[in-house]
Every structure is written in C-alpha cells, then in structure tokens.
C-alpha cells in the first residue's frame, strides 16, 4: 500500500513544527511591532516634550520667576545717596591777598586750601560762601571795610573741589553792580556749570531755581541775605541780589520743589560775634521749615552756631546749621578763627513709584584757620589733624595771647554745639527790613527792638555755665574724630507755652560792622 497510507499521520506531525515556529516567529514580529510603537511613542513624546512641553514650562517657570523678581524689587526701593558738605565764609583780608601775590605777577591761591582739600573731593558736593565779589583787576582789589578779591580766588576754590558758591551776602555790593557783573562774567565764563547762588545777571535768571543732579538725585538752591551794606545793586536792578521777602521766597522755595527731589537753602543771617541764633533767624527758619525746605546752611555771623533737627506737629521736618562761621580769613578772635564744616546725607529711596527723601548722618566737623603772617602761612585745618605745636605757632597768639589753644579750641566747639535752641512760633520779623545802620525796620517805617533774642552769654550763665572757654578741663570728652553728633540738639518740637520773657534790656542792633581791632594788614 502507499506510504501515506500505511503512515496517514506523517505529513500532519511534520507540518507541526512550521506552524509553531510561524506562531512564534509572528508573536516575536508583533512583539518587536509593540515594542517598537512603544519606543516610538516614547521617542515621538520626548520628543513633543523637548521640542513643545519642555520650552513651554521653562517659559511658564522664567516668566513666573521674573514675576516673583519684579514683585521682590517692587516690595524693595531702589536706593541712591549723595554726600554734601558745606563750608563758611571765604573772607580775604590784606595779608591773605598778599600771600598769593608772586614775584612773577601771577596770582595764586591753591596753597590755601590743601590742608582740607581731602574732606571738599571726598564729597559728591562742596559748598562755599564766598563772601566778596571778584575782580580781574590786581589794581582794584581790597579788603577791609569794602572787599573786591582777586578772581584768582576763585579758581583756587574751584581747584579745591567746590560745586556750589553761594553769594547773597551782605558784602556783595560793596562795589556797586559793575564789580557784580564782573563777578557774573567770571564765573560764566571760566565755570559755566558751577551753580552761583544769590545773584544774578538777568531778571530771568533770577527766577530761574539752580539746580545739580548727583547719582539720580536731583538737588535744588536757593540762597539770600538779609540785606546789604550799600543799599543793592541800584533802581531797576533789584533782581541781582536775594534779599529775604516772605512771598519772594515762599514763590521760590515751591517751584525748587516742584522740579527737584530735595531743597538746599542757604540763608545769610544774624548778628555778628553772637553763638546764639537770634529771633530773626529763629522766625525765618520756622517758615522755611513750613515751607518746606530739607536744609538750611546759615552764615554770617563769623563764629559758630548750634545746628540740628527741626519739626512740628504738621509734618515738617528740616535739618538746619544756624551758622558754620568763617572758613578762611584772618579774623583776631578764638571764636573768629574756630569754625565748621556741615557734614550729610541725601538718600532717596524709590519704591512703587514713591519717592521718598531722607537726610542723614548731620553733622559738624570743628575746623580751625591757621595763619602765620611772617611766615606767609594761611590754611584752614580739620580740628582733628590740629596740633598745640601749631597753636603755638599762630599768629594771633601776638593779639590774644594764651588763649588760643587746641584745648581751648575744644573746648569751646563743644560748649557752642551743646546749647539747646529754643524754636520760635512768632511771625514778628519775617517783614522786617534793615536800615543803613543795621537797625530792624517795620512796614511802617518804624525801628523794631529785638526784645526777644537772648545772647550765648546770658544763655550760659543761666546753664550756670561760664562763657568763657579758657579752660580745657572737659575737652577731653570731645568725639575722637572732632565731630558733634545733633542727638543732644533740642530742637524738634514747637511749643506753645515757649517764654517770650527774655531780658528786654538785650540789645540786638544786628551791627554788621567788622570789629575796630581788625587790621587792614590782616
């Protein structure tokens, strides 16, 4: 029979393993087909994540840190500070003027000032009153009691490092207008970028504020003097001097506040010789204050003046130095020749939009001008790098005699800055005017006494403290860097129940004459 016959089983148990191996072979090529849509699901998903999902999350993340960034910035202000100090009366007598003469025919002042010219650059900006008007002509320069100073001098100061020259002073029309525009012509045109405050060579100048902007801060002056010595610049030319009216300044004092950050006035006022501010500077500096104005820097009276905070119950708030007395000069007093540098703060913070000015770290530095005629040596010094080796050595040990020491000099910083100034709420002075002698004049035409004002001696003596400073018994409680810090300054309220008792007998004529003692040689 047949093979498939006798083995019918055969074809069908070899054909088994085919199909078998076809099974497996198919369910390994699925296999790999799932394997492989999954890998590439896989590739195709990282792929959308890294190309679409990736890019947008980051984007999502940066923009939310950004967000979280600008919102951290917002919640902190954004801060910027200048420093400013302020220096006194730059005040040339006879032998100053010599001193700069050399045998060449220049004129130079530079050496001068190089005892402090490290404290003046340290500062983002340098004040100075210069007390005289200038004069291109050696011939026409003077002193004492008409001053016309050589224009040298004002290249030396500028060389120092000052920014700002103030000049509404009662000196400043010693010589009528002409040596004024001769001033205005100097500093225009050798230093056109120098804010010259006081005065002015057009009306429209006159109304225009002076302003510097340091690191984004934009700082605004105003600067006047209670009068003159010679009556103004003349008719039709009231506008060149800045002389103290109530509505002329409150005018000036807004619109320096509408285009500035912080206000800077310098006021020309007070009676000479005299540490106490007296009623006219106190009325004056409460209506600055209310105003609105950040800082006074006063002069005028040749020696020293208390300085601190002021404020009211309203929100006023304002940082005043009564007087800084001289810077360089000559003068024969230990008083006279002992003087400050106003030291401060500008910081402006600015957050959601607000800005908001503070001033800080006020303070007064003691300085001392040191001279030795016969040995052609003039230089304000820093207290602080002052010696009794170079007190011995001034000149006007010749006048006073042992008197003039460090010790003293200390000593009498100290007691001046320590005097608590009683804030005024009058309004009596604020219209007056003064008269060719000096005297207080009303609307009316009629002589105002001061029976308000009280003297550094009669405050003293009512502290029970002696006026005279001789002694240096406590000058060694003075800061070691000679500064005085205003914490113990008194100043920082208004209040109402303030006694207006004074001793009538007081006399405050405000004589602005130079004492008889000074010598044109000096």
Known sequence: PPRSTLFPYTTLFRSIPLNLREQMNSRIGLTCSIILLVLLVIAFRQLDYNLIEKPKIEAQKAAEEKKAAAKKAAEKPEISTASVIAVGDNLYHGSLIESGENDSGTWNYDKIYEKVTDEIQAADVAMVDQETVFTTEHDAVSSYPSFATPTEVGDALIKAGFDVIESATNHIDDYGSDFMEETFNFWSTNYPDIPVLGIHPTEEDANNVKTLEVNGIKISFLDYTYGTNNGGA?????YMIDLFDKAKVSSMIQKAKASSDVLIFVAHWGKEEEAMPTEYEKEWATFLMQQGVDVVIGGHPHILQPYGRMSDDQGHNMLIFYSLGNFVSTQQTLTGLLEGMASFTIQKSV????TTIDILDPTVKPMVMHYNKDEGVFNPYMLEDYTEELASQHGVKEIIGDEFTLANLQAKFKEIMSMNVEPSTRTDLLDVSFDYEL????SNGNVVEDTWSVSAEDYLAGQGNSSGSDSS??????????????????DSSYDDSYDDSYDDSYDDSYDDSYD???DEDY
């Open 439 to 442: 005297n207080m004049i009303d």
């Open 351 to 354: 957050k959601n939009g607000v």
């Open 516 to 518: 008889d003692s000074y």
């Open 234 to 238: 003349g008719e039709g030319k009231e």
């Open 473 to 490: 018994d406590d000058s060694s409680d003075s800061s070691d860097d000679g500064s005085y810090d205003d914490s113990s300054y008194d």
